[in-house]
């Protein structure tokens, strides 16, 4: 099956910078790719996603690119806010049935 | 309703203890998954329905664990003679339809403690 790997674990950051999240995912056919925010006590919430007949996709602060060749994608948050401190999950959608294959997560802190 | 609901918000069981998880999906959303997240990890998928059909099962981790959705709509896990192991966040997500695109809305989940 699909194996997504996502890195760093942690990241902290001042607020105002900006923070990148990198996946990696297995399976070359896998073709739809979300980023979930996952705040203490709470259920992942979708916050951007991208399919695989696009490269990058941007909504505000948030863009996140897609290298199909090389089978990675990333999340990039500029302009941080503390309020954008969680626990954040790429996923990658297997291309039979609907179940996605998600990452580790990555605790950001974006410091005041 | 607005969100996807998820009861018990916490359980605390007995070794041994069965348990029972409900999900209330969005009106209307066709597809249902449950999911469970160990401490610091990322969401497992564990299995799926379309409606009342339970399409796949491939994710439960052994005959202990049993889902449905009689009516297409509310959704329940059983897990038989709990085991330490089986303590974790366990999130239910619905979508609205089937095809590419559709990301998942998340429930707040249900911690399972297993004592």
């Known amino acids: 099956g699909e194996n997504v790997e996502q890195h760093p674990s942690t990241l902290s950051v001042q607020e105002g910078d900006s923070a990148v999240i990198k996946c990696t995912y297995s399976?070359?056919?896998?073709?739809?790719f979300p980023w979930y925010k996952q705040e203490l006590g709470k259920g992942p919430q979708l916050i951007i996603d991208i399919r695989s007949n696009v490269g990058e996709k941007k909504d505000q602060r948030i863009a996140v690119t897609l290298n199909k060749t090389a089978k990675h994608f990333s999340l990039h948050i500029t302009e941080t806010q503390p309020e954008d401190s969680a626990v954040y999950f790429c996923?990658?959608?297997?291309?039979?049935?609907?179940?996605?294959?998600f990452g580790t997560g990555t605790s950001l802190t974006v410091i005041p | 309703g607005a969100g996807v609901s998820q009861s018990p918000r916490y359980k605390v069981a007995k070794r041994g203890q069965d348990v029972a998880l409900r999900c209330d999906p969005i009106s209307g959303h066709v597809s249902l998954f449950w999911y469970q997240q160990a401490l610091g990890q990322g969401p497992e998928f564990l299995t799926y329905f379309q409606n009342e059909a339970q399409l796949d099962k491939s994710g439960l981790p052994s005959d202990r664990f049993f889902a449905e959705r009689p009516e297409g709509s509310v959704s329940t896990l059983k897990i038989q003679r709990t085991q330490q192991e089986d303590s974790a966040v366990y999130l239910c997500?619905?979508?609205?339809?089937?095809?590419?695109?559709?990301?998942?809305?998340f429930g707040s989940g249900t911690r399972l403690t297993v004592v």
């Open positions: 997500a619905t979508t609205l339809g089937t095809g590419i695109g559709y990301g998942y809305t």
């Open positions: 996923a990658a959608r297997a291309v039979t049935g609907n179940q996605f294959y």
């Open positions: 399976d070359s056919a896998s073709n739809y």
